[in-house]
């Protein structure tokens, strides 16, 4: 029977408009479905429309481009519309239509800014995606994140989408699996277990000194490099007994470049998941991921056959003890031990690198650490020794201070509205089901009404008690409703609670701990036994600029001349001495200077 041209492309509207239904309802990820709803109902319908054009090429160059269009526009106004469930949400046009988007926009890097710049627009919540919200608001965040608080979010289906039969920790959506992955991450990390690895880190951090000794002089050395060749030097012992010596021979295998190679595509899937099982099934893409995930591969089998003589993490994620009713198989242990390498060693390198940054660009802070350290660690005394790490005040407050000005994992981590749960309240705001948020560190870590004055400047006295900070001579009034208006002093705010660079919750860092006796215990070391500053002709504002939002931050270099302690040359000589106080800054705002 001939159908006539209009009922043809009523009937391609109405299957467009069928196929947006199945796409808004099930939210199909595999390529079948993929096929059967993109590609058979054009290529069906192609019949209604052969009499009114001369070719086939033409009747179905006119059916598939009326099916994507009304497909198109079918989605796009549903997604502007007041139909939908985030409609009440406010955000940019192009965050409301599609996370191609943001995906385009995360692609240089600078993500974090700009969803600073939608805070700043906005307000507390704003939509970032027709289905995504970012939150900069204290209150949402144990609701979001904590025990009674909702599963990991879509993001790591793209992030990970390469891992199809046994997926990293970190990237378990479902809450019961994720529980029992982490049991045993939870045992290596106790405080007890701690202790165990307190030799394995002192060597490293021995290791690095000694090339901080060789690399002294007159010349710079790039620092964050070396604190890199540190970090995953130190991983690697722990996650497979060692195998990785980049402090002493360099990145000879190009290891560091495969692992932060596939970061920028890597955040760029997280935005569109589904695109990412299309990604990783295309030959030669996705090497050098691979090849890293081979070298741990390699590494792991090696350690299980060998056994090591020291309880290290790999020891309690294998179970060697054999204590776990369920224990994870090897297939489990080896994903998660390049989930060790890939978490834990740029995150503490980019912690650390910050820290020495923000240091030498302010000299207070600088000399009142080292004095700290001089009075803990005095010459002779090993300060790879955790002893006092509990009484340094000044250092938590220096880490913190680094930690909320540049927390490594700057946008956070998402969480997702479980499909049948008939939605969330997170703090004051509703979140309908299949609806990902994630609150945004960057913004809420600068937020002034948390962290006040200058929440953009490094200034870790905000840390100490009251009565260290008065001793120290500042003195700000506590807020009140009239403070900010009658005086020109600024009040003085500071709420821990909006704090989160681990993340927060059940699936938060498990490796904090760690994190932070890594960092205590470099930074005593380096202390201890050098000055350093900037080279010269160091712009100090290229930090900032040079730091990339890749999920884990990626930064640039840090060239610095390193003295050992007592030969001249020391703290803030040369260009940084000339310049005065300095507080980097990305917004602006600096503490007035005692
Ligand atoms: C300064 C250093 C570090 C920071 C700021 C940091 C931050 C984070 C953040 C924000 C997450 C995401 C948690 C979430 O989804 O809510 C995370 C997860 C994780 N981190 Fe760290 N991390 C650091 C160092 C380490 C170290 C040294 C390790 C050691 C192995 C480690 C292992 C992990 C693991 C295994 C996860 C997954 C946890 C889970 O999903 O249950 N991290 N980290």
Redesign the pocket.
Same mark, same amino acid.
């Given at each position: 029977m001939a159908t006539s041209l209009p009922d043809g492309i009523l009937a391609i509207l109405a299957a467009a408009l069928a196929c947006h239904l199945i796409f808004n309802r099930y939210e199909p990820v595999d390529p079948l479905s993929h096929l059967a709803l993109l590609g058979v109902p054009p290529l069906a319908l192609t019949s209604l429309l052969r009499t009114a054009f001369p070719s086939t090429f033409h009747t179905i160059l006119v059916a598939f481009t009326l099916y994507y269009s009304f497909l198109v526009l079918s989605v796009v106004a549903y997604r502007l519309s007041p139909l939908h469930p985030l409609s009440g949400y406010p955000g940019p046009i192009p965050c409301r239509i599609s996370k191609f988007w943001m995906a385009w926009i995360s692609s240089d890097g600078k993500q974090h800014e700009y969803y600073t710049r939608l805070h700043q627009k906005y307000g507390d919540v704003v939509r970032i995606g027709p289905n995504e919200l970012s939150i900069r608001d204290v209150d949402a965040i144990d609701p979001l994140?904590g025990v009674n608080g909702l599963p990991?979010g879509p993001h790591w289906d793209g992030r990970m989408a390469e891992q199809t039969s046994v997926r990293a +920790?970190?990237s378990i959506r479902d809450t019961h699996e994720?529980m029992r992955r982490?049991k045993p991450?939870n045992r290596a990390f106790r405080v007890a277990t701690m202790k165990g690895y307190a030799e394995i880190l002192a060597n490293r951090v021995h290791d690095f000194v000694s090339q901080l000794e060789r690399q002294s002089g007159p010349g710079h050395i790039n620092l964050s490099e070396w604190i890199s060749r540190f970090t995953f030097d130190f991983?690697s012992d722990m996650a497979f007994g060692g195998g990785s010596e980049m402090l002493r021979d360099g990145d000879k295998d190009n290891t560091w470049h495969l692992l932060e190679s596939g970061l920028p595509l890597a955040l760029v899937l997280s935005h569109v998941p589904w695109l990412g099982k299309y990604y990783t099934s295309l030959p030669s893409i996705g090497e050098d991921l691979k090849k890293f995930r081979s070298y741990c591969q390699a590494r792991a089998l090696r350690r299980h056959a060998q056994g090591s003589q020291t309880k290290d +993490?790999f020891h309690y994620l294998i179970d060697e003890e054999g204590i776990e009713r369920d224990p994870p198989t090897f297939a489990e242990v080896a994903s998660d031990g390049v989930?060790?390498i890939v978490?834990?060693s740029d995150?503490?390198a980019t912690?650390l690198s910050c820290l020495f940054h923000s240091l030498m660009a302010n000299r207070t802070a600088y000399r009142r650490l080292r004095d700290e350290v001089d009075r803990f660690y005095p010459p002779g005394e090993d300060a790879s020794a955790a002893t006092h790490h509990g009484k340094m005040k000044y250092l938590t407050a220096v880490i913190n201070e680094a930690?909320r000005l540049y927390?490594?994992?700057l946008s956070g981590?998402q969480r997702a509205v479980p499909k049948g749960s008939g939605g969330k309240q997170v703090g004051p705001y509703f979140l309908p089901e299949g609806t990902s948020a994630f609150v945004h560190f960057y913004s809420i870590h600068r937020d002034p009404r948390y962290f006040s004055p200058s929440p953009d400047a490094f200034w870790p006295e905000r840390w100490l008690s009251e009565e260290d900070r008065q001793a120290l001579g500042y003195s700000y009034p506590k807020p009140s409703p009239s403070s900010d208006k009658s005086t020109k002093v600024p009040s003085f705010i500071h709420n821990p609670s909006a704090f989160i660079?681990?993340?927060y919750g059940p699936?938060?860092?498990?490796?904090?701990k760690?994190?932070l006796q890594?960092i205590r215990t470099l930074v005593c070391c380096v202390m201890q036994g050098f000055d350093f500053r900037f080279a010269d002709g160091y712009d100090v504002t290229r930090w900032e600029r040079e730091l990339n939002d890749f999920f884990v931050s990626m930064r640039g270099e840090l060239p610095v001349v390193i003295t050992p302690r007592g030969q001249g040359d020391g703290v803030g000589s040369g260009d940084n001495e000339k310049r005065g106080h300095v507080f980097p800054s990305a917004i602006g705002g600096a503490i007035v200077e005692r």
């Open positions: 994140m990991k +920790l970190i994720h982490r991450w991983m +993490l989930l060790a978490a834990g995150t503490t912690t930690l927390p490594p994992v981590s660079p681990f993340s699936m938060n860092c498990v490796g904090k760690l994190a890594e």
